[in-house]
């Protein structure tokens, strides 16, 4: 059974950069019908796609978010990663990887990780 | 970019009544680029239905996606004590390419 477990720092500062990385357990994030993407929720909030990337290392973003945003992926570790830079407390908010494929929606979700930008 | 607006905001109703969700886009989503999805307090989403109108593995059959073009619609058939959740709908476009969620109906106990 597919798992993905988000982790990373819960904490980070105003302008400096949030790193977190999504382990994939139970299957391989090689696997050609997949595309694996990050989400948020900031608190009451609804969901917002920040973006995705494909095994081979092919991304896209969100165009709100893409001067600011890095995914990329370690198959060798069966993870990927996301880096958001110059973070603000806007930034505040539950993130959550996930895999999907376009027909198939996020079909598998992490527990999700509660980052706090704050100084 | 395509925006998903989502209503009501709030539907207020009792277990065993039928509830109705909508989904409408900004301009017209393939069908097989949407989706539906519940979340509880504290859980990550729960996919429900794709395709528009494809149930995913272990969704109940009371749930149930119909729609096409620019609107959408969840139908929940005879509400269940645990179906009381929000629901959010998710778009993918293919150019560019990028997913898109609605702002999301909360279905509370009435």
């Known amino acids: 059974q597919l798992q993905l477990q988000e982790s990373g720092p819960g904490l980070v500062k105003p302008s400096e950069t949030l790193s977190l990385t999504c382990t994939v357990s139970?299957?391989?994030?090689?696997?050609?019908?997949?595309?694996w993407g990050w989400i948020r929720q900031p608190p009451g909030k609804g969901l917002e796609w920040i973006g995705s990337?494909?095994?081979?290392?092919?991304?896209y973003y969100n165009p709100s978010l893409k001067s600011r945003v890095t995914i990329s992926v370690d198959t060798s570790k069966n993870q990927f990663s996301l880096k958001l830079s110059s973070v603000t407390a806007a930034d505040t908010a539950v993130y959550y990887c996930?895999?999907?494929?376009?027909?198939?929606?996020?079909?598998?979700w992490g527990k999700g990780t509660t980052v706090t930008v704050s100084s | 970019e395509i925006v998903l607006t989502q209503s009501p905001g709030t539907l207020s109703l009792s277990p065993g009544e039928r509830a109705t969700l909508s989904c409408r886009a900004s301009?017209?989503?393939?069908?097989?680029?949407l989706a539906w999805y519940q979340q509880k307090p504290g859980q990550a989403p729960r996919l429900l239905i794709y395709?528009?109108?494809s149930r995913a593995t272990g969704i109940p059959d009371r749930f149930s996606g119909s729609g096409s073009g620019t609107d959408f619609t969840l139908t929940i058939s005879r509400l269940e004590p645990e179906d009381f959740a929000v629901y959010y709908c998710?778009?993918?476009?293919?150019?560019?390419?990028?997913?898109?969620f609605g702002g999301g109906t909360k279905v509370e106990i009435k």
């Open positions: 139970g299957g391989s994030i090689s696997s050609s019908s997949y595309y």
């Open positions: 395709g528009a109108s």
């Open positions: 301009q017209s989503v393939s069908s097989s680029y």
């Open positions: 998710q778009q993918y476009g293919s150019s560019p390419p990028g997913l898109t």
């Open positions: 990337i494909y095994y081979s290392g092919s991304t």
């Open positions: 996930a895999r999907h494929s376009p027909i198939g929606g996020l079909d598998v």
